[in-house]
């Protein structure tokens, strides 16, 4: 009998990992199968969630998810860069432990958390003193991002909570990106002359991929936020989801909200949006993946 290398056993992980990703795909292809047979592209390309006359069309909650997502990652790439920077170019080096540890703290607090936070601080305060004051100054913007509830939840509310989710996550990346730079690039960026503030933005641009990185790990916990969204993004119907002032769904939002009510053709609906929601994080993912190995 030929021996086994012991080593071979490490790649356990590696193997239980491909299972269970293909045992997953393969239970939501299947239950997802009759939604697509029954509404075929219009699931896709329509807005329509009747349980009654079994009609359902996702384009509310894709938009929702896409406009939520965009939104937030913007804000957290630009305060995930400045959060970065700070750390390793500017805060004095004794702050610099302190500001890693609390970085990394915040990505590890539960999302329920930053649910009940938004849905009692952040939603009244985007309400009050961001979408109140827009409108008043420009009262022609409600008919492109529509009027806020008394609540205050709405899409833009979650692009911002989802931000303030999802940055420490990129800020991790960046820094641990700034800080793999040798002190000989830095050493030589200085003696050609420039000021602190070009070093940085060449050093920014040294890292593009550790950015990008960043905004990969971001985009897709945006994507499958579920709990902290649901709490603050109004689940509401909204198929002009880019009334981002007003309550709407995410596809995430709209599974936890309806999956434990749904009955018949409804469950297969849901199992459908999952499918569509992973596909569109798959082809995000791939895109970035083939762009970063053109760079290297």
């Given at each position: ?163 303030i989710m999802i940055y420490p996550f990129a800020t991790s990346i960046i820094r641990e990106g700034l800080r793999s730079i040798p002190n000989s ?112």
């Amino acid at each position: 009998m030929k021996n086994i290398d012991p080593f071979n056993f490490f790649s356990i992980g590696n193997i239980l990992i491909i299972i269970f990703l293909g045992v997953i795909i393969l239970i939501v292809s299947l239950y997802s199968y009759p939604i697509f047979q029954e509404e075929g592209i219009r699931y896709v390309i329509t807005s329509a969630w009747d349980p009654v006359r079994e009609v359902y069309g996702i384009a509310f909650a894709i938009g929702g998810t896409l406009i939520t997502s965009f939104i937030a990652i913007i804000l957290a790439i630009l305060l995930a860069i400045a959060s970065a920077v700070f750390i390793i170019e500017i805060a004095p080096l004794k702050l610099r432990p302190f500001l890693d540890i609390i970085t990394d703290l915040a990505a590890t607090i539960p999302t329920v958390i930053y649910g009940l936070w938004g849905i009692h601080f952040l939603a009244p305060f985007v309400r009050d003193y961001i979408m109140s004051p827009l409108i008043n100054l420009f009262p022609g913007i409600t008919s492109i991002l529509g009027y806020y509830v008394g609540s205050g939840a709405s899409l833009f509310t979650a692009s911002i909570l989802l931000a303030i989710m999802i940055y420490p996550f990129a800020t991790s990346i960046i820094r641990e990106g700034l800080r793999s730079i040798p002190n000989s690039i830095r050493e030589a960026l200085y003696s050609l002359g420039l000021t602190k503030w070009e070093v940085i933005k060449h050093e920014l641009l040294y890292i593009r991929s550790s950015i990008i990185t960043g905004s990969l790990v971001a985009f897709g916990r945006a994507v499958g936020e579920t709990v902290a969204v649901a709490m603050v993004v109004g689940n509401a119907f909204n198929p002009l989801f880019y009334m981002i002032f007003k309550p709407g769904y995410t596809v995430s939002s709209l599974i936890a909200n309806q999956f434990l009510s749904a009955t018949g053709l409804a469950v297969s609906a849901l199992y459908g949006a999952a499918l569509v929601i992973f596909l569109i994080g798959l082809v995000v993912n791939l895109v970035i993946i083939l762009y970063l190995r053109r760079l290297r």
